[in-house]
């Protein structure tokens, strides 16, 4: 497969989207920041590559120019504006991308029910439309239960080599041998959460509204 090359004065939309990371370039706007929001279970850095950026993350507030980076950690309220004459041009990437993506908080600041599919642009909607839920139900919950016995059998391993590393306290060939094994079941489980995200982020959709695509999100 090739090697993808985006160019941010013209790739301007979800560049990366995979369960593991969502990245793209955007234009920020200049004017007031929008609503804050947050990400349950992601964190979220922003490179500015033009302009200032003023970032609002809780009560504090800096601004940024070109070759500038920021995180932001999970769970912490954040909105970003560009300021000067000029909008900003950034790249911002979320790891992990796990719907619901983003958590959303009205005028006084209560979080609002989940809602699905916010980071889409407009026009944007059911990436596999012609796919009945019912056959992207059954794919989840098998991902749920090959997930489970995995974890079963990690947690079996995991007691296991706890034994064998107490038993081999200063012998490094032998805990070596020890975390191998540690690994080799926790590989298996790690590839497996990502296929249950996977999973879980092409049913989720179906909860997003039909009418009219969400709002896209602020990042």
Same mark, same amino acid.
């Given at each position: 497969m090739p090697i993808q090359v985006y160019d941010y004065r013209t790739d301007l939309a979800n560049l990366i989207v995979d369960p593991a990371i969502r990245g793209r370039f955007r234009q920020?706007?200049?004017?007031?920041? /929008?609503?804050?929001?947050?990400?349950?279970?992601?964190?979220?850095?922003?490179?500015?590559l033009t302009g200032?950026?003023?970032?609002?993350?809780?009560?504090? !507030?800096?601004?940024?120019?070109?070759?500038q980076l920021i995180y932001v950690a999970p769970r912490l309220r954040h909105a970003l504006h560009a300021v000067g004459?000029?909008?900003?041009?950034?790249?911002?990437?979320?790891? /992990?991308?796990?719907?619901?993506?983003?958590?959303?908080?009205?005028?006084?600041d209560r979080r609002l029910p989940p809602a699905y599919g916010t980071w889409r642009g407009a026009g944007d909607g059911d990436p596999h439309p012609d796919v009945p839920? &019912?056959?992207?139900?059954?794919?989840?919950?098998?991902a749920t239960e090959r997930l489970a016995g995995l974890a079963a059998r990690n &947690?079996?391993?995991? !007691? !296991?080599?706890?034994?064998?590393?107490?038993?081999?306290?200063?012998?490094?060939p032998a805990a070596k041998e020890s975390m191998d094994a540690l690994w080799a079941s926790l590989?298996?489980?790690?590839?497996?959460?990502? &296929?249950?995200?996977?999973?879980?982020?092409?049913?989720?959709? !179906?909860?997003?509204?039909?009418?009219? /695509?969400p709002a896209p999100a602020p990042s």
């Amino acid at each position: 497969m090739p090697i993808q090359v985006y160019d941010y004065r013209t790739d301007l939309a979800n560049l990366i989207v995979d369960p593991a990371i969502r990245g793209r370039f955007r234009q920020v706007a200049v004017g007031p920041a /929008p609503r804050p929001h947050s990400h349950d279970i992601a964190g979220e850095i922003f490179i500015v590559l033009t302009g200032q950026c003023e970032f609002l993350v809780e009560d504090e !507030r800096v601004t940024c120019g070109p070759g500038q980076l920021i995180y932001v950690a999970p769970r912490l309220r954040h909105a970003l504006h560009a300021v000067g004459d000029e909008v900003c041009t950034i790249f911002l990437c979320v790891t /992990p991308h796990v719907e619901p993506t983003h958590t959303l908080y009205d005028a006084d600041d209560r979080r609002l029910p989940p809602a699905y599919g916010t980071w889409r642009g407009a026009g944007d909607g059911d990436p596999h439309p012609d796919v009945p839920t &019912a056959t992207l139900s059954e794919v989840y919950v098998a991902a749920t239960e090959r997930l489970a016995g995995l974890a079963a059998r990690n &947690a079996e391993e995991a !007691r !296991r080599q706890h034994d064998a590393l107490a038993a081999a306290s200063g012998d490094q060939p032998a805990a070596k041998e020890s975390m191998d094994a540690l690994w080799a079941s926790l590989h298996d489980l790690l590839v497996q959460v990502s &296929a249950l995200e996977a999973s879980w982020n092409s049913l989720a959709p !179906r909860a997003m509204p039909t009418t009219t /695509p969400p709002a896209p999100a602020p990042s």
